[in-house]
């Protein structure tokens, strides 16, 4: 039994990122608790807790990444194991939500899964749920339970503060992530530049314009995630096409899809940075990928939840 702060606590590992719950499970000074994950032969899905849980704040971490189906499958039928075993609270560490691009319906008859999932992890007995930099804020409305949404920003502002960089432009990949660039290029004292883009179907982005001044400017493109890389690729040639110096990309979610990593090796992208809210297995690391860990900030917010203190200090 862990007693951490007069409490008992346990955190638990499902298979998307075990390295990353052990490296929070370090800085906090909790070993990582017992449980097997495992499949009977057509595929389903059992989970064996080998230790008590009764009366225990259990943190449980869980990206909901590919193969995203798997991965939330596993998560609820945790949740509902350790439900049954009598934890006294339910606190699902999500550092990637999986569903989260479909938050609204953009055309007619499609479904708003974002919400849908929100719904099976509150049904499943979450009482918290902690997730990183999600692909819309007001998915924090979809819960009627509390909900911390961690930015990356500190920790990616800080990487490009220490490389000293000089004539800075941060550019949104989108019109959507303005906020997000204005963000970075505050703390870096830098302008910033909107990429204007169509697309035409999911996953294919056109560039049509490039909005604000990038000729002879250091860029740094920055999203939440990076998918199948063809968005970044394509705005990173328009930029150089705009008269650019070194551009760089940074995002939170490194999902890397298919030829995700070719396409960046190819683009005149000069470095790629990320966090591992997401495992990258060797064949999809790269030689301009440089990856940073969140493991501090998800252990300190998690601290700050065991102490019954706040956590909003921890997003500047």
Do not use: W
Request: hydrophobic fraction near 45%; charged fraction near 20%.
């Amino acid at each position: 039994m862990a007693i951490f702060h007069g409490s008992k606590v346990k955190i638990f590992a499902l298979s998307s990122n075990i390295r990353l719950a052990q490296e929070i499970a370090d800085y906090i000074g909790i070993p990582l608790s017992d449980c097997e994950v495992f499949r009977f032969a057509d595929g389903e899905i059992n989970i064996d807790i080998r230790e008590t849980v009764r009366g225990h704040k259990v943190f449980v971490i869980q990206s909901t990444c590919c193969p995203v189906n798997e991965n939330i499958m596993e998560l609820l039928i945790m949740m509902d194991a350790l439900k049954r075993a009598s934890a006294r609270e339910i606190n699902i560490v999500m550092p990637y939500y999986g569903y989260s691009r479909q938050d609204r319906k953009a055309k007619a008859r499609q479904p708003i899964s974002a919400k849908l999932i929100a719904d099976l992890v509150q049904t499943a007995g979450a009482t918290r749920v902690i997730c990183m930099d999600l692909h819309a804020a007001q998915i924090q409305g979809f819960f009627n339970i509390p909900i911390d949404n961690f930015r990356a920003l500190p920790i990616v502002a800080e990487y490009f503060k220490q490389k000293n960089i000089k004539n800075i432009c941060v550019v949104s990949p989108d019109h959507g992530g303005v906020a997000r660039a204005r963000s970075l290029a505050n703390v870096l004292g830098a302008p910033i530049a909107i990429i204007d883009k169509t697309r035409p179907e999911p996953n294919i982005a056109e560039v049509m314009n490039i909005i604000g001044q990038v000729k002879g400017m250091n860029c740094i493109i920055i999203d939440d995630m990076i998918d199948t890389g063809g968005s970044i690729a394509a705005a990173s040639v328009a930029l150089k096409a705009a008269g650019a110096k070194d551009i760089y990309a940074a995002c939170t979610h490194p999902l890397l899809s298919g030829q995700a990593p070719e396409r960046i090796m190819n683009s005149p992208i000069v470095e790629m940075i990320c966090t591992n809210t997401v495992f990258l297995p060797e064949e999809k690391k790269f030689s301009k990928l440089v990856q940073l860990s969140i493991a501090k900030l998800l252990g300190q917010g998690i601290i700050n939840i065991i102490d019954d203190q706040g956590v909003s200090s921890l997003f500047g």
